[in-house]
């Protein structure tokens, strides 16, 4: 193992959380990804797309012999959906780093495989005219943002090209309308995140950050512009930090997550901390107003260290509503972009008093609750029952008795559930990236006239595009994307169905 390798393992890890994490910056294909249409892509979609499902990031392996790192010319004539340049050496696809459509670069490989190979821009010839100059001193290095260098109004037209694109080559549907593109803050915008952390020997320091581009590694930051100031500046004094403590080979993450009022972090420890330790801890959280909780082992062991009782909430003040949660709940990352997303929800599902409406993958109530404040009865639905828990008391708090919450596994038939059989007129869905294709197969569409599908991957949302159109009778009215992950790969979309 290198020096600042980083191999997670599930003692390391929280369980698996099917939404995207920002903690590795844009989160990472599983096999149905699509590049844009143009040079290599039908070879790429035909070829490559199941062996990346198998891979945490669609990154060949170098093989024998060993790859000339002699650098050479390429022409980039295309965009991957991940953000890379494409070009095309030797009768391959050639994914190149750091490179832009239109661009002349010089380009080192870095992998080689039987159907494509990749590589980094090491000097650009001849500049896009969309090129600008990365903000953050780690661009190329961190895999938390890949677009840095690509004009920010450039950068959601290359999401909305990637989700028409998907939506057309998987579910061979298109829009009747494509939205406006929802946008918001662009810079320390991540309220809600995983740092690794490392002791790397051989430069005698600990690390903390995001990963590398090569994710067995851990990115040496010293700030990051996309987090939130509060966190995003104080990523190096993180890291002095931890190299204080005794336990400092035992800190393999941390946690952030922000409300309004409170930022908190949580420290997973793989052994007890002692008392030395635990004071440098809260010395620091009490000096730069941080909550700090400890977690030594599963979700169930987080613990508040400073202060005893901390209070985490947001408020979405356009329905008078607010959420309290838990320091590893998920949330959605940029707080002035969910507000956005779902004022947009509503303008296209357009709750109304007389309306029973079905919210699934509801988690804590981000849509359920501000629009129980609109609708006449809201059934929300999730499979973490923590989750479910948090929803109710949240509801309670917030006085919305005609809002209901049940956990629920929504791979498995719901139909005879009570809730299911009392019937809707309107849904909601958003769903993790593998989308929503069983739950959709096994419920009662029949009397559901009107569904908006807010979705983190295109390429589900296609497939579950194609399914409603073509089985289920729906109309594609509209859709769009939304820059929830700034300067990543990352296309948050929604769409409007509507029978026909």
């Known amino acids: 193992m290198r020096e600042g ?43 490559y797309a199941p062996a990346i499902a198998r891979s945490p990031r669609h990154v060949a392996r170098p093989r024998s012999p060993r790859i000339d790192k002699t650098p050479f010319e390429a022409q980039i004539v295309d965009h991957s959906h991940d953000g890379r340049g494409v070009a095309r050496r030797d009768g ?22 039987r159907h494509f190979d990749e590589g980094r821009a090491v000097e650009v010839l001849q500049p896009s005219p969309d090129r600008v100059a990365p903000r953050c001193e780690h661009f190329g290095v961190c895999s938390g943002c890949v677009l840095q260098h690509l004009a920010e109004d450039k950068q959601i037209l290359l999401k909305q090209r990637v989700l028409l694109e998907n939506l057309e080559r998987i579910g061979h549907v298109a829009p009747q309308t494509v939205l406006p593109a929802l946008t918001g803050d662009s810079w320390g915008y ?35 512009h996309t987090v939130i100031p509060q966190i995003g500046e104080r990523i190096e004094a993180l890291a002095l930090l931890v190299e204080s403590l005794d336990a400092r080979n035992d800190i393999p993450q941390i946690e952030f997550i922000a409300g309004d009022a409170t930022v ?22 009490q000096q730069h107003e941080f909550a700090f909780y400890l977690q030594s082992g599963g979700i169930d062991t987080v613990v508040p260290l400073w202060p005893q009782a901390p209070t ?12 309290a949660f838990r320091p590893l709940d998920f949330i959605q990352v940029n707080a002035t972009l969910n507000q956005k997303m779902i004022a947009r929800t509503f303008e296209l599902l357009d709750p109304q008093p007389q309306d029973r409406i079905l919210d699934l993958f509801c988690g804590l109530g981000n849509f ?39 956990a ?36 009662p569409l029949k009397n559901i006239d009107r569904i908006v599908y807010v979705s983190c991957h295109p390429a589900s949302l296609a497939r579950d595009a194609g399914f409603l159109v073509k089985e289920r009778g729906y109309k594609l009215k509209a859709a769009g994307v939304m820059d929830m992950f700034p300067h990543t790969g990352h296309v948050e979309s929604i769409a409007l169905f509507e029978t026909r």
């Open 5 to 47: 390798e980083f191999r997670p393992t599930k003692t390391l890890l929280q369980a698996d959380d099917p939404r995207p994490h920002p903690s590795f910056g844009h989160p990472v294909s599983t096999g149905q990804a699509l590049l844009p249409e143009g040079e290599g892509t039908k070879l790429y979609l035909r070829q």
């Open 92 to 113: 391959k696809t050639l994914f190149v780093s750091g490179a832009l459509p239109g661009e002349q670069v010089m380009v080192e490989q870095t992998a080689k495989n």
């Open 190 to 224: 991540r309220r809600k995140g995983r740092f690794s952390v490392r002791r790397v020997n051989k430069k005698d320091k600990t690390l903390v950050g995001f990963r590398e581009t090569d994710p067995r590694f851990v990115a040496d930051l010293r700030i990051c």
């Open 264 to 285: 908190a972090m949580v420290f997973r420890h793989l052994n007890p901390l002692n008392d030395s330790d635990r004071a440098k801890l809260t010395a620091f959280a």
């Open 312 to 323: 985490l909430a947001f408020a979405l003040p356009q329905w008078n509503v607010e959420l």
């Open 368 to 406: 359920t609750l501000p629009m129980a404040r609109l609708a006449g009865e809201v059934v929300g639905v999730e499979g973490e029952a923590g989750l479910v828990a948090r929803a109710r008391e949240n509801a309670q708090l917030n006085g919305l008795a005609n809002a209901h919450f049940h």
């Open 408 to 443: 629920a596994d929504l791979t498995e038939d719901q139909r005879g559930t009570p809730w299911m059989r009392q019937g809707f007129n309107k849904l909601l869905l958003d769903p993790p990236r593998s989308g929503a294709d069983e739950v959709l197969k096994q419920l």
